[in-house]
Each structure stands twice: as structure tokens, then as C-alpha cells.
């Protein structure tokens, strides 16, 4: 009798156990726990890579693009993503810079290469051969447009160029696109190539953002620091 009782107890112990226990133990005994969903190592890389180059930080972009292409399925979706980028994008960044900083030469070969790699893109094809044709036009080394306009400054120096000399004409820096426009005028040199699509001027402190028109998604800024906030 004393040994049913004990089982009886045991039991009802087992059932209390049983009822209070939290409901992932009761999965966790079934061998069959819920893992948290996470993202794969190369999607994560990805991401990182688009916020390196979002920074303009080409070279950490290139390393976290390399580790998703390494990691990704080859064909999938993430793998595609980032020879893209890798392919394409950062090159034409590299490109502007080439641009920016006036040298013409690297900037050309760096557009003859991917006009190569992308040959059977049509489209993309069309748009490298006409850059190309903008940077030849642009060269002084081949008699550009640039030859008899101040070759030798980069466009940003002679953006801020010009800008220093309206401070030093009215104490100030442009307050209005109306007085930016009147000393940088849109399509004209220096601004063939770029679009001012952003501008502050306050005193003498002015923030300006810069467009390519030859990659629309790169994005220069120049500023200077002072009264504005």
C-alpha cells in the first residue's frame, strides 16, 4: 500500500512538473527546439558592403563585397548582387574620383575595362563608349575642352575656387541659388559634368552636394565650416 502511495505521489509530482514547465522545455524534449531566424554571414557582408560604399569607403566595400561572393550560392540572388557591385559599381565610383581629381588618363583606361567586361549589355555598352567620349573631350593631353580652362584644378577646387572669391568680393559666402547660380551656372564649366542638387550658405560657412551625371548615384560634398549649423 505504501509503495502505491509513493508511485501516486511520484506521478502527481511528474503532472505538476509537467503543467508549470515553460512550453519550449516541452520542445526542447522532443528534440525539436525553434532556432531565431538569421540572416547568412554573406547577406550580412552585402549590407555591409553597401554601407561602406554609401560612405564612400571603396576599399572596405570591395573587402565585405569579396566575403558575400565567397560565401554566397554562386547564381543566387546574393552572389549576383555583389559581382555587381563589384563589377560595376565600385569601378564607376573609382571612375569619379579619376574624374574629380583630373586624371583623365586613369579615368579613360578604368571605362575602357568595363566596357570590355560588359560588352554583351547594350545598354550598359552605349553608356560606357559615351563616356569615354566625354572624358577624350575633357583631356587636355588630347586637346579637351579643358586645355584653355584652368587645366590642372580639379573640378571640386575650382567649385570652391570660385567660391572663395565671392567671399573675398562680399565678406560672405552665396545665400540664395539665385547668387550660386550667378557665379556657378548649371551645364557651364565647371559644372559640364555635376549638378549642384543641394546648397546652405550662411555667412562664411557653406554646404554644398554635388551629382554625377556620369553615375547619378555618387554624391560629392564640399563645406565649410563656421556660422552655419
Given amino acids: 500500500m505504501s509503495e502505491l502511495r509513493t508511485a501516486g505521489i511520484a506521478g502527481g509530482i511528474l503532472l505538476l512538473c509537467l503543467v508549470l514547465a515553460p512550453a519550449g522545455s516541452a520542445r526542447a524534449q ?4 525553434e532556432a531565431a531566424s538569421k540572416p547568412p554571414a554573406f547577406a550580412d557582408a552585402l549590407a555591409a558592403g553597401r554601407r561602406a560604399k554609401g560612405d564612400r569607403n571603396l576599399a572596405l566595400a570591395e573587402t565585405h563585397f569579396q566575403k558575400a561572393l565567397a560565401e554566397a ?11 555587381e557591385e563589384l ?9 569619379e574620383r579619376y574624374v574629380l581629381a583630373g586624371q583623365w588618363h586613369r579615368a579613360e583606361q578604368s571605362l575602357q575595362d568595363l566596357l570590355e567586361k560588359h560588352q ?22 588630347q586637346g ?33 541659388y539665385e547668387e550660386l547660380n550667378a557665379i556657378l551656372p548649371a551645364g557651364r564649366h565647371p ?3 555635376y549638378d549642384i542638387v543641394h546648397y546652405v550658405g550662411r555667412g562664411r560657412a557653406y554646404g554644398l552636394t554635388l551629382r554625377s551625371r556620369v553615375d547619378p548615384d ?6 565649410r565650416t563656421g556660422l552655419l549649423r
Avoid at 567671399?167 to 560672405?172: I, Q
Avoid at 555618387?218 to 563645406?223: F, G, P, S
Fill in 73 to 83: 550560392e554562386h547564381g543566387g540572388e546574393i552572389y549576383d548582387a555583389a559581382l
Fill in 218 to 223: 555618387n554624391l560629392h560634398r564640399i563645406q
Fill in 87 to 95: 563589377t560595376y559599381h565600385l569601378p564607376m565610383m573609382r571612375v
Fill in 30 to 33: 522532443d528534440g525539436a527546439p
Fill in 120 to 141: 554583351s549589355d547594350e545598354e550598359r555598352s552605349r553608356h560606357l563608349v559615351g563616356l569615354i567620349a566625354k572624358v577624350r573631350d575633357r583631356n587636355p593631353g
Fill in 144 to 176: 579637351g575642352v579643358y586645355t584653355s580652362r584652368g587645366a590642372g584644378r580639379t573640378v571640386i577646387e575650382q567649385i570652391e575656387r570660385r567660391l572663395e572669391r565671392y567671399l573675398e568680393d562680399h565678406g560672405r559666402y552665396p545665400e540664395s
Fill in 191 to 193: 559644372l559640364e559634368d
